[in-house]
């Protein structure tokens, strides 16, 4: 059974700092893995994907690495901004019995301060 | 990529009454699915919504508490039946395009809270 983590839970800096955000799981035999954005009570808005044979994808300030081998993704934030404040969660998309199944991490709560 | 629209964004509903999510999506998809998201905690999967089927439901989640409506490739409903306050969540629903190496898109969520 695949399980996702995020370390750490919660993470407070100041504005400008550059940051990384972790994700880990337990079974490599993945499809993509795909970094979201959750503002408080909202869906998710989907920031980066990252196909299985792929180690990483930039959109903006935003940079995504897959280490499949290990188990992990890094999620690098660069020169952080107040509005980047938010929930940030991954999702592993992997397949059980035949069928495709998503698990989401616990998520990262972040927050900039200006 | 996909829009979806999800309505209501937020609801208080008494206790004993139902409450039903709709979501439509700008594009054919053949499965929906919808997520409950407890206060503080990660995303769990209701169930699958296929067009022209029943839906499939996770261990945990009944039909008679969660019924669900997929009348075509482009809408869906939820309902939260017989509610009570443990049923305060947010209900996301969400497609997954094969088109973009199954890449996941939510709509923007139902807030309930149930007094």
């Known amino acids: 059974k695949q399980e996702v983590t995020q370390i750490p839970a919660a993470l407070s800096v100041p504005e400008g700092e550059n940051l990384v955000l972790n994700c880990s799981f337990t079974d490599s035999a993945i499809y993509n893995l795909q970094w979201f954005r959750q503002d408080p009570g909202k869906g998710l808005t989907s920031l980066l994907l990252?196909?299985?044979?792929?180690r990483e994808q930039t959109s903006g300030r935003l940079n995504a690495s897959l280490d499949k081998s290990s188990g992990r993704s890094t999620l690098y934030i660069a020169a952080s901004q107040p509005g980047d404040s938010a929930t940030y969660l991954c999702a592993v998309t992997g397949y059980s019995g035949g069928y495709q199944k998503v698990t989401f991490g616990t998520g990262t709560k972040l927050q900039v301060i200006p | 990529s996909a829009v979806i629209s999800q309505k209501p964004s937020r609801d208080i509903c008494q206790r004993g009454t139902s409450l039903t999510i709709q979501c439509q999506v700008d594009s054919q998809v053949t499965m929906m699915f919808w997520y409950r998201q407890q206060p503080g905690q990660s995303l769990t999967l209701i169930a699958t919504?296929?067009?022209?089927?029943?839906?499939?439901?996770e261990s945990g989640f009944v039909i008679d508490k969660f019924p669900i409506s997929r009348p075509n490739l482009t809408f869906s409903t939820l309902t939260v039946s017989n509610m009570s306050p443990e049923d305060s969540s947010i209900y996301l629903c969400?497609?997954?395009?094969?088109?973009?190496?199954?890449?996941?898109?939510f709509g923007s969520g139902t807030q309930l809270s149930v007094l």
């Open positions: 969400s497609v997954a395009l094969a088109g973009v190496n199954e890449k996941l898109f």
């Open positions: 990252i196909q299985s044979s792929q």
């Open positions: 919504a296929n067009q022209g089927s029943e839906a499939t439901y």
